[in-house]
């Protein structure tokens, strides 16, 4: 808490007090009207919105904005206002382990190798409280919120996905200008339909991680409602945000969500589960050949360079960036606490990798202790068997979000930014889900994907 409110007096410093004077309403009102539900809910919405909020304030880039720390400071809020009373659910002494490295690493790296800056300690410290608030979760410390999150999941990402479409066919003034001021030039030229979408966030990666777990519970929105006119408008849902996911540009969201798409499938087994898979599989090649058909034969840019054909991976550049990180790997292992967050100006280095980032940046110790944090998310997944009554659907979109999630670590650490901070608490829901519960603790511990959590 200490360390918050430094980071925060440091940021008062260094932006207009405008934006001061909204992080202090947001802190106050969270603080003395919500109860802590609320405060995560608000937490988890903020962060999916917060690039749009920073742009509509401010046309340009703000180094240092204490902005960024509103979620920060909530996720804080959440867990200090917990009640005393409830025993923790206790996890392996392994996984505690783990997560104690997950968390002190980065913060310790920052002291001890690298050399401290106001943005070096930010990044450390975003990884950190990520990692604390998938600890938590997965522990019942945090409220489970899962149930209304899968509800509003696929509102909230139609409401993105059209003001992505929007940014692409017309990109508002505000983006275009914080586009220019801010040097953001590696997503495409800031004119209609030369850009790569961001949406409400501030890079096409982030935005693609939100929206494409939006989809996914779209998906299972579709297959496990009863009612045909619902089935129809989650379908209309999914296929607003994978026409967006196409104009961010970003593969590895739409590989992600086949994965999860197949998962589901596996989940369910049943014959109307699998047409609807068809019919939404057959859905998707159509819009894709009709979009690539639409804007390769048109002026823009985000479809060029084959970034959607497989055709010749010798030319595919992004493809082949990450298959260079494998160089970056011996470093990495030679160093005990790794080379430390490598920061130019206000901006840090990230690899498109979460193994290979967490590895070079902090060791090989951190990249050890995620291991043992990911294999035990799998197991949590996998050990949930098979179900086809439509009334478990919530807690198989768990699971089905949460695979989506594993394979976008592949591409991207996600855990280096503020919207790392809304998938570590839906991994730790999911890795909660084996995790024996405390009879107190039940109403607020994670969700049940249906392991026995007992002998029988």
């Not at 209609?192 to 989809?215: K, N, Q």
Request: glycine fraction near 8%; charged fraction near 10%.
């Amino acid at each position: 808490m200490a360390a918050g409110l430094l980071a925060v007096l440091m940021g008062l410093l260094a932006v207009r007090a405008q934006v001061t004077v909204i992080m202090a309403c947001i802190l106050v009102i969270a603080i003395m009207l919500l109860p802590r539900r609320a405060v995560l809910g608000v937490m988890i919405l903020l962060v999916c919105v917060l690039g749009l909020i920073r742009r509509l304030i401010s046309p340009g880039r703000i180094d240092y904005d204490p902005l960024v720390l509103v979620p920060i400071l909530l996720l804080v809020l959440v867990l200090i206002t917990s009640d005393k009373d409830d025993e923790p659910a206790p996890l392996s002494t392994t996984l505690n382990l783990a997560f104690s490295v997950l968390v002190a690493l980065p913060v310790l790296s920052v002291v001890v190798v690298a050399r401290p800056s106001l943005a070096g300690v930010y990044a450390a410290g975003i990884q950190s409280a990520a990692f604390l608030a998938m600890w938590s979760a997965a522990r019942g410390r945090l409220p489970n919120l899962w149930p209304s999150v899968f509800r509003s999941a696929p509102i909230v990402g139609g409401l993105l996905a059209l003001y992505g479409l929007y940014q692409f066919f017309f990109l508002p003034g505000w983006d275009r200008l914080w586009m220019i001021r801010s040097g953001l030039n590696s997503v495409g030229s800031p004119e209609p339909l030369l850009v790569r979408v961001f949406g409400a966030s501030e890079s096409p990666g982030l935005f693609a991680m939100v929206l494409g777990a939006c989809l996914v519970t779209s998906v299972y929105g579709v297959v496990g409602s009863h009612s045909v006119a619902m089935r129809m408008f989650n379908v209309g849902l999914a296929s607003l945000m994978v026409g967006t996911l196409f104009f961010t540009g970003v593969r590895t969201a739409l590989i992600a969500a086949l994965v999860a798409l197949i998962y589901m499938a596996y989940q369910y087994r049943n014959v109307a589960v699998l047409l609807w898979t068809a019919v939404l599989g057959a859905s998707f090649v159509v819009g894709v050949r009709a979009l690539l058909t639409r804007f390769t034969t048109s002026d823009s840019t985000v479809f060029d360079a084959d970034r959607y054909s497989i055709a010749n991976s010798g030319s595919d550049r992004s493809l082949n960036a990450r298959l260079g990180l494998l160089s970056d790997v011996g470093d990495g292992l030679a160093r005990p606490l790794g080379t430390g967050l490598q920061v130019s100006g206000a901006r840090v280095r990230s690899l498109d990798n979460s193994w290979i980032d967490l590895l070079v940046s902090f060791g090989p110790l951190m990249a050890l202790a995620f291991t043992v944090v990911f294999i035990a998310i799998v197991r949590s997944v996998l050990s949930s068997p098979p179900r086809t009554d439509r009334a478990s659907v919530a807690k198989m979109g768990l699971s089905g979000v949460t695979v989506y999630l594993l394979v976008f670590l592949m591409a991207a650490n996600i855990f280096a930014t503020t919207s790392g901070l809304v998938a570590s608490v839906v991994l730790g829901w999911a890795l909660g889900a084996v995790v024996p519960r405390p009879r107190r603790a039940a109403t607020d511990g994670a969700v049940d994907l249906g392991v026995p959590t007992q002998p029988r």
